[in-house]
């Protein structure tokens, strides 16, 4: 059965640092979301693209936050300048395709992030 | 906005007892609803949905209904076993011109006891 991956499964970093964490969605599936839960809390949305755009973001997807998909298969979020509470599990999830439909998102297994 | 409101946990029960984990949200439209779990060290995975209201989602002796007239999604299991110990997060979808948005509960913790 197909899934979405991402890489790393843990990621530690000193604040400041950017970091990208990466993800491929399953392959015939059109839109890509990123999502973060901070240990403890809910799971937020961060993110979705489609069409190699943005289509909505959250509040907390600011200036230093940027999400690409470099060939196709690959969707990257990436974090410039990492900071103390940007420490989270990030998860990426993949829906096929239905435009303005409710449809099941996949999600992969998250990246841990740590930012010393 | 639209909210997702979960039991507080964690759950503790013995084996084979019945679960009930309750969930209400409050949304403008009508959402579809999900129930999400996540196992220890894993990441999410969809157990069951319901697209509108009065259906009723099943997957593994699981059972969901969407209770449009009490904004309910409560789940249920007649006969836990240790093995679905694990996070389970009620979430529904708000419909947008491209793709949707999950709006998450915050999560909560099952324990079952041999």
């Known amino acids: 059965e197909p899934e979405v991956t991402q890489t790393p499964s843990h990621q530690v970093t000193q604040m400041g640092q950017e970091v990208i964490l990466r993800c491929v969605p399953i392959s015939n599936h059109l839109y890509f979301y990123w999502y973060r839960q901070i240990l403890g809390q809910k799971v937020e949305f961060l993110v979705s693209?489609?069409?190699?755009?943005?289509?909505?973001k959250s509040e907390i997807f600011d200036d230093q936050f940027s999400v690409e998909r470099p060939d196709g298969s690959n969707f990257t979020l990436k974090i410039r300048s990492t900071k103390l509470e940007d420490s989270a599990m990030y998860f990426c999830?993949?829906?096929?395709?239905?435009?303005?439909?409710?449809?099941?998102?996949?999600f992969g297994p998250g990246t841990r992030l740590l930012v010393l | 906005g639209d909210s997702v409101t979960q039991m507080e946990g964690p759950v503790t029960l013995s084996e084979e007892a019945f679960l009930t984990i309750n969930c209400t949200y409050t949304?403008?439209?009508?959402?579809?609803l999900f129930w999400y779990v996540q196992y220890p060290g894993e990441g999410l995975q969809l157990l069951l949905k319901a697209t509108k209201a009065d259906d009723k989602g099943s997957n593994k002796g699981f059972e969901a209904t969407y209770r449009k007239e009490t904004t309910s999604f409560h789940l249920e299991k007649g006969s836990v076993q240790v093995s679905d110990s694990a996070v389970y997060f009620c979430a529904l979808s708000e419909r947008r011109e491209y793709g949707n948005k999950l709006v998450f509960g915050a999560g909560t913790i099952l324990r079952v006891k041999s």
């Open positions: 949304a403008t439209g009508y959402p579809s």
């Open positions: 999830a993949s829906s096929p395709g239905l435009a303005g439909s409710q449809e099941t998102q996949y």
């Open positions: 693209f489609y069409n190699n755009e943005i289509s909505e």
